[in-house]
């Protein structure tokens, strides 16, 4: 089946630096990625949409300018936590649809695991 | 607008009980419905699918069955594993568009 890379899966970072998570798809194309956070024990939190080509649309409430997206080509995206605080440590996980086909499920990668010290 | 709605854990049972995870959706048009499992420290994988009413989808023994009647994809399954522990996460991606709506995850624990 269809497999969603993410890389890293786990990080430690200092605060006030960055961070950048990559997503990728590795044997099919996603016009559509997207980005999500969970928390511990719970569920699944949509930050954005990221769609290849254009900019990515996030949800209410999450900052654009900190969690910066780039969905550069269509095996591709990336996440940049800009300038992290603690309060970002969270488990980040991204996901991808098969463009080319028609009600198929969501990919998800393995998740990343932040921690900023 | 579309939502899932899923019950509420934690659930534990003990080995070779029987269960059921209750989940019900709320969706303009035809939506497909998803279970999908997240085991501790992982992504989310797929368990099984249905794209529509009166489908039934199955793997490793769990089974769920899309009822357009009462707009409800609950999970199933005879006889759970001490393997089986995770939190499973009911699911809908509506006819048009991309997104996938999520259920808010119900935590599983099989005891031996």
């Known amino acids: 089946g269809a497999v969603v890379s993410q890389h890293p899966s786990r990080v430690i970072c200092k605060s006030g630096t960055s961070v950048k998570i990559e997503c990728r798809s590795l044997?099919?194309?996603?016009?559509?990625m997207f980005w999500y956070r969970q928390f511990p024990k719970q569920s699944l939190m949509l930050m954005a949409t990221s769609n290849e080509g254009s900019k990515a649309t996030y949800e209410q409430g999450v900052e654009k300018d900190k969690f910066l997206i780039n969905h550069a080509s269509l095996t591709l995206s990336t996440l940049t936590v800009t300038s992290a605080h603690p309060e970002d440590s969270s488990f980040y996980i991204c996901?991808?649809?098969?463009?080319?086909?028609?009600?198929?499920?969501?990919?998800f990668g393995q998740g990343t695991r932040l921690t900023v010290v | 607008g579309n939502s899932v709605t899923q019950m509420e854990g934690p659930v534990t049972l003990s080995e070779e009980a029987f269960l059921t995870i209750n989940c019900t959706y709320t969706a303009t048009g035809y939506p497909s419905l998803f279970w999908y499992v997240q085991y501790p420290g992982e992504g989310l994988q797929l368990l099984l699918k249905a794209t529509k009413a009166d489908d039934k989808g199955s793997n490793k023994g769990f089974e769920a069955t899309y009822r357009k009647e009462t707009t409800s994809f609950h999970l199933e399954k005879g006889s759970v594993q001490v393997s089986d522990s995770a939190v499973y996460f009911c699911a809908l991606t509506p006819l048009t568009g991309n997104q996938f709506y999520f259920g808010t995850g119900t935590s599983l624990t099989v005891i031996p």
């Open positions: 044997d099919f194309q996603a016009t559509t």
């Open positions: 996901s991808a649809r098969d463009g080319a086909a028609m009600n198929t499920e969501a990919f």
